[in-house]
């Protein structure tokens, strides 16, 4: 089932103006607008090299933003460090899941809470909470984590990026590799996170999961947004179910 539309006024968390992006002398990202409000899952789609990735890496600090602006809260973010960046609650979740194999479960966790300046207390009470939302989490906390399943690679990563507090957790590709009943376990998952207040950003190439999990989406092709709309909308509209999905149902 879609998630529902939050009401218009819903504060932006995250706004880009015109933003643009690359790698050195290569730009990838052309002007990008794009907004994500609080409390709302929103979702990037878009074929392979469209430049979701790298957008996800402009919003993290991975990589300049060339020209543009990017404003969280109003607070303008287009020159900020990644560590700056975390430090205002935008987390990034990477492709890969890029965990530390030789480092237990619990202490991949932990790294997610290492910039955070609280109470032992507060980080026993999230790593509960990361337990809660993922229970196989809890039950193999002393494995390595390069033994775990692609799957469960995918739920430490996720608990990591919640050990760091968000306010925006951004996802990199959720389905990757995986199983459609880890998918689905996944999915509920963030659509718990979502209810009680997580607003996230999801880039991911299953796009009937990714339409059918958010609230409003955004569509790029070549470094270009090209499409927004609601989830449910777009999921409906037959030219993206053709673009996107391959084929047209009768």
Known sequence: ??????????????????????YGEIHVLWGIDM????????????????????????LSGLIPIQSGKYLSDG????????????????????EGRRLFGAMSIEDNLLMGAYSRSVTRAEIARDLDRVYTTFP??????????ATLSGGEQQMCAIGRGLMSAPRLLMIDEL????????????VAA?????????S?????????????????AYIMDMGRIVRTGQGAELLADPIIRDAYL???ED
């Open 1 to 22: 089932m879609q998630n529902g539309t939050l009401p218009v006024d819903s504060p932006l968390i995250l706004e880009l103006n015109q933003v643009r992006a690359g």
């Open 190 to 198: 963030l659509r718990t996170l979502n209810a009680e207040g997580m």
């Open 136 to 145: 196989k989490l809890r039950e193999r906390r002393n494995q390595a984590a």
């Open 35 to 58: 907004g994500v409000r609080a409390g709302e899952i929103t979702a990037l789609i878009g074929s392979n090299g469209a430049g979701k990735t790298t957008l996800m890496r402009a």
């Open 75 to 94: 607070e303008d973010l287009s020159t900020a460090t990644a560590a700056r960046i975390l430090a205002h609650g935008i987390v990034h979740v990477p």
């Open 246 to 248: 391959g084929v047209l």
């Open 175 to 186: 389905s990757l590799g995986l199983s459609p009943l880890l998918v689905e376990q996944l």
């Open 200 to 216: 996230i950003l999801l880039v991911e190439q299953d796009v009937t999961t990714a339409l059918d999990l958010c609230h409003s």
